[in-house]
Every structure is written in C-alpha cells, then in structure tokens.
C-alpha cells in the first residue's frame, strides 16, 4: 500500500494480503533473487527486508494501522448487521491467514531457489519492549511472545532482529531494550528446534529520533 503525491492510496498486488495475488508476487520474488543473488550456490547472508505489513493483525499499528482498517471495512461491509467483536474476529483471521501463507511461501520459494543461504526476515521478531513512557522491558510482553510463536517458520536458519536506539535513551534503558530484544530472539530459536541458529542484530551508529551520529560507541552493544 503506497500513498500518491495527492494523497490518494495506491494498492499494489491488491493491497492487502487476502486479496494479493501470491503467484505474481512469487514470480516477483524468484526475478529479485535472481537479481541480487545470482550465484545459486551462494551461502552467505540472506535477509528479506518485508515491512508492508505485519503478518500477525494485531501488530499493525501507527502507520501500518491501515491494513487493519480497511481489512475490518471489508468485513463490514459483508456481514453490516454484525457486532464489533465479531468483524474484529473475522477480520483478524481472514487476514493472518492470507499474511501468514504469503510470509510462509515466500521463505520456502526462496530457500528452494538459494538453499544453502541463511535466510530470515529483517526486524523478526518483532518484542515491542519500549513504550511511549520510555519504559523498556527485559523482556516481551506475553502477549507479543504468544504471537511469536506461531511464527516460528519464519526462522529456517537466521534471525536478523533489529536494534536500532533513540538519543534520550538512558545506559539501564538501553541495556534492558538490547535484551529484550535478543532475549526474544534466543526463545524463538530454542521453539525452532535449533537454538544455536544464526542470530544477528541490525544496528547503526545513528539515532532514530535526532538522526545524529553517536560520538561514541555505546557500550551496550556489548549484550548483542
């Protein structure tokens, strides 16, 4: 889903998952690898960087809020006499169901093309472990880690989640957000059967919230 310069939606491949073509997206898929990882033999790192949309509905909020919305409009407009529960029901699993097997074939389609590469997807998973009160947690919460879990079959053999830091972040912050996150990276690895996977984090010497380079290496990534 994009937005033109008028503000108008754009919706490539049907816009939302459920009503996307998975075929075309495939074959878009195999050009791209095709592309930047023409040595079929190739072992190194693979990382798709997939950040439309979430596959777990929940999770689509702040700019991603979209796709819940208009997925909700869509049932609403089927079944008018419904209640809310239910059209948030429906909508939810109409949705993960279609997201899910998009996330799915698109790993098991590009580790038949690339198999020996160490695939996984940017930024997963997912701990949501800083809140708007600058509260960081050691560790998911429960909610997030049950929505983690059936998303296991996004780790075949890496998990590339992200870290990146804002400026007014404080060291015992910092320390408890690196954890968080990499502490949910260990668990979901153990859930895959192969705890020992290959984990790297996403990190960059720049704040997200100043854009402003650190002058110095924070010590923190130290836990990573």
Not at 7 to 21: H, T
Not at 202 to 224: E, G, P, W
């Amino acid at each position: 889903m994009e937005t033109s310069k008028d503000g108008q939606l754009i919706y490539k491949n049907g816009g939302l998952p459920q009503n996307g073509s998975l075929g075309l997206h495939l074959q878009q898929l195999e050009i791209d690898i095709d592309r930047f990882i023409p040595n079929k033999t190739f072992d190194g790192l693979a990382v798709i960087d997939f950040e439309c949309w979430r596959p777990t509905f929940r999770q689509n909020f702040g700019d991603l809020k979209i796709y819940r919305d208009l997925t909700l409009l869509e049932v609403t407009k089927k079944h008018p006499t419904w209640s809310r529960d239910q059209i948030e029901a429906q909508g939810k699993i109409i949705f993960e169901a279609a997201a899910i097997n998009f996330v799915n074939r698109t790993m098991l389609r590009a580790r038949k093309l690339r198999p020996f590469a160490n695939w996984g997807f940017y930024g997963f998973p997912h701990c949501f472990n800083r809140y708007r009160d600058l509260k960081e947690l050691e560790r998911c919460p429960e909610q997030v880690e049950a929505e983690n879990n059936k998303l296991t079959f996004m780790y075949p053999t890496a998990i590339y989640p992200s870290i990146y830091i804002t400026n007014n972040q404080t060291s015992t912050a910092l320390t408890k957000f690196v954890q968080g996150k990499m502490n949910e990276s260990n668990r979901v690895s153990k859930l895959t059967g192969n705890p020992n996977m290959l984990k790297l984090a996403f990190i960059r010497y720049q704040y997200t919230d100043t854009m402003a380079f650190m002058k110095t290496v924070r010590k923190n990534f130290n836990l990573i």
